[in-house]
């Protein structure tokens, strides 16, 4: 079974320019997630879907920053203009339905490595 | 919001040692305590994981302890070997009406042949 797939894994633009990062989930997995991980840190929490809604959106820096999951399956997500501080590495994560309160393990993809000049 | 604080940031042990991570949280509502392991360059990747119904959880090598009472859990490693060698991450997860996981800031475990 493939794991979570993103593209591009590296991205190198200069600053005020849009980006945006591609997200494959595994399948059958309703729930995703897009993180930011600045070096040495942790992930932050930037957007979570269930299936095609967005229930947790409160850490997306909505100025220029936007995500769509149509149809609830691969997602993107864009920034419209870049900064330098959003160099960071943009990860993506998926896990099946949370019910219950009750949460499954997060898979987590690559990583996009996005560079901002 | 909840605050999840890793102890320490750089962990270096001999090769067979044990080792000790600590993780402590302020919301009482989380119920969920994931550790992940990332090595350089690669994804994060899960080694266990503790419920707030559960005060110890062990795995081979691996065991994690979670305190309620004082918000704060573990992340026990056995008989260190090279391999172990990655950055690992703690996280909680609320169940306060919001399912944001909150991650630690990450240990860098070394361990020295």
């Known amino acids: 079974e493939a794991g979570v797939v993103q593209s591009p894994r590296y991205k190198i633009i200069e600053k005020k320019q849009p980006v945006a990062f591609w997200c494959n989930p595994i399948?059958?997995?309703?729930?995703l997630y897009w993180y930011r991980q600045n070096l040495g840190q942790g992930p932050e929490l930037l957007i979570r879907y269930e299936n095609e809604e967005a229930v947790d959106d409160s850490q997306l820096p909505k100025d220029r920053f936007s995500a769509e999951r149509l149809k609830g399956v691969d997602s993107t997500l864009k920034i419209q203009p870049a900064e330098l501080g959003d160099s960071a590495v943009y990860l993506c994560?998926?896990?099946?339905?949370?019910?219950?309160?009750?949460?499954?393990?997060?898979?987590f993809g690559p990583g996009t490595r996005l560079t901002v000049l | 919001g909840e605050n999840v604080e890793q102890h320490p940031s750089t962990l270096s042990v001999q090769e067979g040692d044990s080792a000790v991570i600590k993780c402590t949280y302020s919301d009482s509502a989380s119920n969920y305590f994931p550790w992940y392991k990332q090595e350089l360059g690669k994804r994060p990747q899960l080694i266990i994981d503790?419920?707030?119904?559960?005060g110890e959880k062990k795995d081979q090598r691996i065991a994690v302890t979670l305190n309620k009472t004082a918000k704060h859990f573990s992340l026990h490693i056995t008989e260190t070997q090279p391999e172990d060698s990655a950055v690992y991450f703690c996280?909680?997860?609320?169940?306060?009406?919001?399912?944001?996981?909150?991650f630690g800031r990450g240990t860098s475990l070394i361990v020295h042949p």
């Open positions: 503790i419920r707030s119904n559960v």
């Open positions: 994560a998926s896990s099946p339905r949370i019910l219950g309160g009750s949460y499954n393990e997060q898979f």
């Open positions: 996280a909680a997860y609320s169940s306060g009406g919001s399912y944001i996981p909150t």
């Open positions: 399948s059958g997995h309703n729930t």
